[in-house]
């Protein structure tokens, strides 16, 4: 006899591991296309030849638009006030899943022989193609987590999990890309990325579709007063955002973060490339990043209930500074033994930045229920959109900053792996106090500004849940 699924108190299935994995999936779709998106300023400079203040230009434009992009869609996912099947969310995730099928490819196309002009048009539209299709799907899946659960605990393990599906997307791209597209003199083969592209977004487009058939809707957000629903209001939105601390909070967490990170990259390539002299490790040297997120992640929901979210997060990254302090201030030789002091360093770093990445975005999540508490509206399309504003607003300016920064620091393109030893040697440094930055920018984001400590977060879930009681019996 078939066994019977355990129901809550409402009438759902109760939360387990068929959540966790399908949410999980959810961004390993994601991911299937945005992780080519960290070499797309070596595939453009290097392999197509657009020069590098241009780069940066074009960089900066395209993010700008891509960022304006997230709260237009955004505010129209709140004001679709259509009845679906199953949940609007999952409808839009559908529609943006088939479009990454071939989206992310767009952003490669390897026509080397072109004009100036046409490679700068063709990098313009392949990633306006890609990034339409991505807000579609990305947008509403991470709103989607606010309406799932709204325990602590259990939106601490989605976010882990969430973190864990983007790994799992990402840590064979970063593995085994490296080694496929760069030859033996650490140069970069760039044709061979927009088939790569191609098939991502085949295995994106099958997690979207696993995701969207197992995922449970189990809050209810309707109004269930007599009274007519009142209708979305952009402006009033944005307000809301505004006042939203903890909304505010988590996008500058996010924002520093990105900026460091992405303003970093391309000078960690030319790093690998020119100074340690081995780009082919950099992919496997790059998943050190991750290890810490999987060393919490069986216990995280026991961290959030014992001790909260902020106040974990805020002792991690302490933790990641004092790990960027020595990568900036130790000396670290060009050879293997530079390599495994990097490896140390980076390890210690990722024991501190564990906590952020298993937790960021359940604090979204949590920053939508305060945005209810607060303002009286959900509006959980337009929060997270807004956050994915500064989101992709600092995913343009970190590439653009970090590949001024590295150009202004003696980076020439055309010489591909053969920079001077200089540049190899302030690339390095441009990596490890870039890094050492962002670690302390996140301190005073997270310790002065987000607002939810473990205290807040239990009186507006018990608030909450008192008044969607009270309009259940109205």
Known sequence: MAKTAQLDANGYPRFGLRDKVAYAAGDFGCNMSFALKSYLTIFWTQYMGIDSYLMATLLLLVQVWDAINDPVIGGLIDADQRRYKRNKFLVYISVGSVGLLVAGACCFLPFRGMPSMVKNILFLAGYIIWDAFYTIAN?????????????????????????????????????????????????????????????????????????????????????????????????????????????????????????????????????????????????????????????????????????????????????????????????????????????????????????????????????????????????????????????????GIGPSLGLVLATMLGYEASLGAAQSARTALNMRYLVSGGLLVTAIAQIISIGLIYNLDRKTLARISADLKQRRERQADA
């Open 139 to 395: 947008v509403p899946y991470g709103s989607v987590m606010s309406l799932i659960t709204t325990d602590p605990g259990e939106r601490a393990q989605l976010s882990t999990w969430r973190s864990a599906g983007a790994l799992l997307a990402a840590l064979p791209i970063m593995m085994f890309l490296p080694v496929l597209v760069y030859d033996s003199n650490n140069n970069l083969k760039g044709g061979s990325i927009f088939w790569i592209a191609l098939v991502l977004g085949g295995i994106g487009f099958l997690a979207f579709q696993f995701m969207i058939r197992n995922t449970t809707i189990r809050v209810d957000t309707s109004l269930t007063l007599k009274e007519e629903q009142p209708k979305f209001n952009p402006v009033k939105a944005v307000v809301n955002f505004a006042r939203n601390r903890a909304a505010i909070g988590v996008a500058c967490l996010s924002v520093c973060e990105i900026i460091g990170l992405y303003g970093v990259m391309t000078a960690a390539q030319i790093m690998f490339q020119s100074y340690f002299k081995n780009a082919q490790i950099s992919g496997l040297l790059s998943t050190i990043a991750w290890l810490g997120m999987f060393i919490y992640m069986p216990v995280i929901d026991r961290i959030v209930n014992r001790f909260g979210k902020k106040e974990p997060i805020l002792a991690g990254f302490c933790v990641t500074a004092i790990a960027y302090a020595l990568m900036t201030f130790l000396p670290m030789s060009p050879d293997a033994n530079g390599l495994i002091l990097y490896t140390a360093c980076a390890l210690l770093a990722t024991l501190g930045n564990g906590l952020y990445s298993a937790m960021v975005w359940s604090l979204v999540a949590d920053a939508i229920d305060y945005n209810e508490w607060k303002n009286g509206v959900r509006d959980e399309g337009t929060t997270y959109a807004l956050y994915s504003f500064f989101r992709k607003l600092a995913q």
